[in-house]
């Protein structure tokens, strides 16, 4: 299905990897396509060995899946297909010196077994250099949760060798966005986090824009402009139930979660002026947050649920400030750096905020590190927005433009490396990455 | 869909729906000499919206609500949402409209340009919105004859990510309704 992009320690210097399209088919919906556009100098070799039981190939193929995961992290460069001479399904069908002659550190085999009424999959993470055996386990599975499985398998592979908990069994929630303008079609999308299984959550002709997940990751609060005025929505994904949680006159815009999932901050407006307020969502209690001429929006929480972060531009241009819900009258003003800072978004740890800036001419992604007000750009293009932390603050996943559409793309969080999951179709836009919570 | 394709082809045979195209920044008449700063927007002499040899099975109301049409868009400056001189015989014209017809409403959308934050630029439409509005109310329509709304960047009116484009989206619609 897919092509595999091996990048050897010999080349693992080289500047570009050729574009590279990974191809996700899933018919009748806008698919998503990782294209490495950037080389990852440090990436570490590892084989992923198409896995026993099952034909290479589909889109079940284990193997292939795992292998892409990593690939997205940044972090590693697995070993093209064609160049694996031997397929071992398990530790001890491994001869070691193949691989370390393919330049491979680590190696990842398995097969897929009847198991019951479902399957099961094995697999066994080992080091090329030394033989020791990292990993191996046994995970129940079935035929339709075969890639689940093989994202589980990626996550876990990541941890055991970066000691950081994989994210590649999360989702992203996005928006596409069909026709010209002004006749278009929006949809609110969720997709695996590697762009696969997108499903349509919502559809309009009229926009929609700004989903956020709930923290336990069940719930998505948007805005939609269905009844020819903006209002704030949450909808329930399992059961796709929503209400209408904001619909006052003027802007409904701009939710964001509380940490404890029970409220939300909004924008709303009063006679064009936005503020930020907070909404209980079991009481619907309405609380005021900043009351300023300027236009205050995009507010985000802090981890302790004490303050928000936001958007404001009292001071000329936008930039990002902070506010105590228990002292709201004075917000202190956050970005000192660039002429633009705006929709300030915080990252697992509660110690970064990932924000547009306007950064040499371009609209761009940055992360600021709240301890020392550093701000560090990641990306290098020039309408960059709407950036959102992975949930273990690893990638920052973000809208961009190309060839005069929206796609989306993926940086680490130090700015080692940027990439783009692009759709084939249409406009993608307003990525949000769902928090780990229950999986689902 | 198709609803809307019927009700834009009724509309248009009617006349109300000011061609698709909408009027660029330097096709409007420059105002007044003498007009006041662009900032207020009350300097308008009103002498704007040409008149059009509408069917003669228009109303009154209808015919003026064709002349004004013709110029229904006001564009502005990049993060600004000062109206321009020569835009404000067209928000008088308009207002003109709206004061000597008391069932006439008006919806101002306003919208951006896709550079930056989305959100932040809701509130940026908002603006432009709020502008044109007080500049109404300051010309004698009443408050509850206008609504505002703000669609930031998500309803360009063209497409493209040069200035050509950006200078077409940085606008306040006036939608009228009777």
Redesign the interface.
Known sequence: MQAMVATRKSRAGATLLALVSLLFTMPGHAQLRLDITQGVRDAVPIAVVPFGGQAEGGSNDIAAVVANDLRMSGRFAPLERRDMVTRPTSGAEIRFEDWRLLNSDFIVVGRVEPDGAGLAVSFELHNVQTGASLLAQRLPSNEKGLRATAHRIADLVFERLTGIPGAFSTRIAYVAVDG?????RYRLIVADADGFNPRTVLES?E?I??PAWSPDGQDLAYVS?EG???AVYVQRLATGQRSRVSARA??N??PAWSPDGRGLAL?L?R??N?DIYTLDLRTQTLTRVTSDEA?D??AEWSKDGQSLFF?S?RAG??QVYRVRLDDSRRAERVTFTNG?N??PRLSPDGKELAM?T?DRGG?RIAVMDLASRNLRVLTDAR?D??PSFAPNGALVIYAT?EG?RGSLAIASSDGAFQQRLSSDQGDV??PAWQPFGPRT | MKLMHVLAVALLSLGLVACSKPTKPDQTTPPPADSGAATSGLGGEGAAGAGTGAATALTPQQQALAAIQQKNVIYFEYDSAEIRQEYVPVVAAHAQYLVKYPTARVRLEGHTDERGSREYNIGLGERRAQTVRRALLAQGVAESRITTVSYGEERPAVEGSDEAAFAQNRRVELVHAQ
């Open positions: 010209k303008p002004p006749a278009q002709r926009p824009m700004s402009f020819k005025a903006s003027g802007i815009g701009a924008t407006s006679d064009g936005l236009i929006t995009e958007t531009d241009n936008a633009y705006a929709r547009v306007l609209y309408q927005e709407s433009r005069g836009r307003d």
